[in-house]
């Protein structure tokens, strides 16, 4: 029931733009987006619930398909503070308030 | 700014030891979580707690493991007999419980089975 990510791992120049996936074999009540340094907890970016729905701002931005079981993360223009383990985390019902983490994309973006 | 804290930081035992790992979530939020992260590796879920029980589970919280809230502001992981494969940083987290789903994380407790 894991959602898959893809790439697993991705190096970027500075000013270099990414793109990480999130899919879910099944349709999705909710998709949040994290971002975890290493040797820290994982901090929240953005959470999106309609299908269609794109969020964010220029830098980082992401989208939920109209079928509700893919997730992308756009990285744009990164920068060196970009680096880190990217993981989605999946809601599949209302009101579980249950998220299972996908496998993870480590990104590292080169001066 | 309000935050998840875990305590200990770290912690060494020896394996079949019991070890408790502790957690202060946020004081308005509703949903507790316990995480386990095996170095490197993915953020796995274990249990969500509400309402003082058990919400929903995963196949890894088995009988070895068991979680409380035993004075409304303290959440525990209890984990009993513990194995090498145990060895994780386990992740407390809070939830306020609206649409947000912005799961608040503590630092984690890093524990190290012998």
């Known amino acids: 029931q894991q959602p898959v990510q893809s790439p697993q791992a991705v190096i970027l120049r500075e000013g270099e733009d990414a793109v990480i996936n999130c899919s879910s074999s099944?349709?999705?009540?909710?998709v949040h987006w994290y971002r975890q340094k290493h040797g820290e907890a994982p901090v929240f970016l953005m959470i999106l619930l309609k299908g269609g729905e794109q969020k964010g701002h220029e830098k980082i931005s992401a989208s939920f398909n109209e079928k509700k079981q893919q997730s992308s993360l756009y990285l744009t223009a990164s920068q060196l503070s970009y680096s880190g383990t990217y993981f989605c985390?999946?809601?599949?019902?209302?009101?579980?308030?249950?998220?299972?983490f996908g496998t993870g994309t480590r990104l590292k973006v080169l001066a | 700014e309000p935050e998840v804290t875990q305590t200990p930081s770290h912690q060494v035992t020896q394996m079949g030891q019991e070890v408790i790992l502790r957690c202060v979530p946020i004081s308005n939020h509703l949903y507790f979580y316990w995480y386990r992260q095996i170095l490197g590796q993915k953020v796995e879920f274990l249990v969500s707690?509400?309402?003082?029980?058990?919400?929903?589970k995963s196949e890894i919280f088995d009988d070895q493991f068991s979680v409380e809230r035993p004075d409304g502001s303290n959440f525990t992981l209890k984990i009993r007999s513990t194995k090498l494969e145990d060895s994780a940083m386990y992740f407390c987290?809070?939830?306020?419980?609206?649409?947000?789903?912005?799961?608040?994380f503590g630092e984690g407790s890093r524990l190290t089975v012998l």
């Open positions: 099944k349709a999705l009540y909710s």
């Open positions: 985390g999946t809601e599949y019902s209302s009101g579980t308030y249950k998220y299972i």
């Open positions: 987290a809070s939830l306020r419980g609206t649409n947000t789903g912005e799961l608040f």
């Open positions: 707690f509400y309402n003082n029980e058990i919400s929903e």
